[in-house]
């Protein structure tokens, strides 16, 4: 995991991803606009910038129970954002990039206890997502990224939610080695966190992008440049988050802090908390 090469023109990548006008969203058959102003991100080393305090946290509706304090994180209005709620995770998608711009989880002893599925490997697009907006089982052939689960196979505590978190608006364009090497080993390690944790844990997960990233496919899936993964546990009120480079060579290293994912990216992620 490289984090000190993060640079000033990767935290405006994330800027640049969600620039834009209206909200929209859907969650199930359900859509509920949002609107709001974003902070440009801040480069590492320099003052954490303001949470978005006009930044919405509605929609979700039918699917809070994945967000501390109910809240999901608060992020700027554009166009062709849409949440979507599955049985253990929710998603808000980004029709720019054709992939998640969040996905979040609630994980605790008992789920993870549960989460002995078959995994089933049956992608498919996720019909809730207009055409225009959405990945295609075709994009990833032959593009030489794996199709990246953000909220993973090996979490789901049901026949139905192993089935589900293979929509491909659940995935990123993921480099194979990173994704079966490193990522993998930080899912496992945050699996058995929550499975030793004393009540619920959030996890949110997500790509950050350049200003002009590289794309895989007919419909110009986006390609990541650091994948994070957000961990707060509700019972200690302690957060911390991985970050990694979306690169082969990419390795596990010492977490960051969240006032550090908050500085990297400019989204308050746990608007109904504040984490240690």
Request: proline fraction near 8%; aromatic fraction near 10%.
């Amino acid at each position: 995991m490289i984090f000190d090469k993060f640079s000033a023109r990767s935290a405006r990548a994330w800027a640049a991803s969600v620039l834009g006008a209206a909200l929209l969203t859907a969650c199930l058959g359900n859509s509920s606009p949002t609107a709001s102003q974003a902070p440009a991100p801040a480069r590492p080393g320099s003052a954490a910038p303001a949470p978005a305090a006009q930044a919405t946290s509605a929609g979700f509706q039918d699917c809070r129970q994945f967000f501390a304090a109910g809240q999901p994180p608060a992020v700027a209005a554009q166009p062709k954002l849409r949440d979507l709620c599955y049985d253990a995770f929710a998603i808000l998608h980004n029709g720019n990039t054709r992939t998640p711009m969040f996905v979040a989880q609630r994980m605790n002893r008992s789920l993870v206890d549960d989460a002995d599925e078959k995994r089933t490997n049956k992608f498919f697009a996720d019909a809730r997502l207009p055409r225009a907006e959405r990945a295609e089982l075709n994009d990833y052939k032959g593009s030489g990224y794996s199709r990246g689960h953000m909220a993973p196979a090996a979490d789901m505590p049901t026949a139905q939610a192993m089935a589900q978190s293979f929509s491909l608006a659940n995935m990123v364009p993921q480099s194979v080695k990173q994704n079966s090497g490193p990522w993998a080993r930080i899912e496992k390690d945050t699996r058995h966190y929550a499975s030793r944790a004393q009540g619920d844990v959030f996890i949110i997960t997500g790509p950050v992008y350049e200003v002009q990233p590289d794309t895989v496919g007919d419909n110009h899936v986006a390609v990541p440049s650091y994948l994070y993964k957000l961990v707060y546990d509700a019972s200690t009120n302690r957060a911390w988050a991985h970050w990694q480079a979306n690169r082969d060579d990419a390795r596990v290293s010492k977490p960051i802090s969240y006032a550090e994912l908050v500085q990297r990216t400019g989204i308050d992620f746990l608007p109904g908390v504040h984490p240690q």
